[in-house]
């Protein structure tokens, strides 16, 4: 990131949760910010207005709240990844590791087709673990990913370069280290 976004302040950073040792980055405060909340969507609006995707997809919970609002102001249909059990047809799930344990994502398996490109958005790129079982689901289904958006990078816990392995494009509109405090 070349210039420091300005409500990265609004970013609080909450120790020791949810387990010692983490360094958790609430976006809580931004959404408090009607000026921060329009900016983060104008610089995702300005990056994917004129790129070649079909889909937004948005990770389940805090993806959403920016996903959704990017989708309305693209005019692009949502998918929705959720954690396990929210969905009510018929879904196809993927298991994943996360910072903390073991969990599924689940997608409803006629949301993408064979064509189909989405960017995916998530609140922060942490270990990658929801957005790679994402990028399986939406593979699953013949689907491509154009790339993988976040609010915040955590480049010391490599998630967006096992996300470039896996041939997976990412982008943030900032990042932390994790002694950042």
Not at 36 to 44: H, L, N, S, T, W
Not at 68 to 96: C, D, I, M, N, W
Not at 112 to 119: N, R, Y
Request: charge should be negative; charged fraction near 20%.
């Amino acid at each position: 990131m070349s210039d420091v976004p300005f409500f990265r302040h609004l970013i609080r950073p909450v120790v020791d949760f949810p387990k010692p040792g983490v360094i958790f980055r609430d976006i809580t405060p931004l959404f408090q910010s009607p000026k921060a909340v329009r900016e983060v969507i104008a610089q995702f609006v300005q990056r994917y207005i004129d790129a070649d995707f079909s889909h937004i997809g948005v990770m389940d919970a805090r993806g959403f709240l920016i996903g959704s609002v990017v989708a309305h102001e693209l005019t692009k249909p949502l998918v929705l990844f959720r954690k396990q059990g929210k969905l009510p047809a018929h879904v196809l799930s993927q298991g994943y590791q996360t910072e903390y344990g073991e969990a599924y994502l689940e997608v409803h398996a006629d949301s993408l087709a064979a064509g189909d490109s989405l960017v995916l958005f998530d609140d922060l790129i942490a270990t990658g673990g929801t957005l790679l079982a994402a990028t399986h689901l939406v593979r699953r289904m013949g689907a491509q990913i154009h790339e993988a958006a976040a609010i915040i990078d955590l480049p010391e816990l490599a998630g967006s370069q096992r996300l470039r392995d896996a041939g997976v494009s990412t982008f943030s509109l900032t990042d932390f280290s994790l002694s950042e405090h």
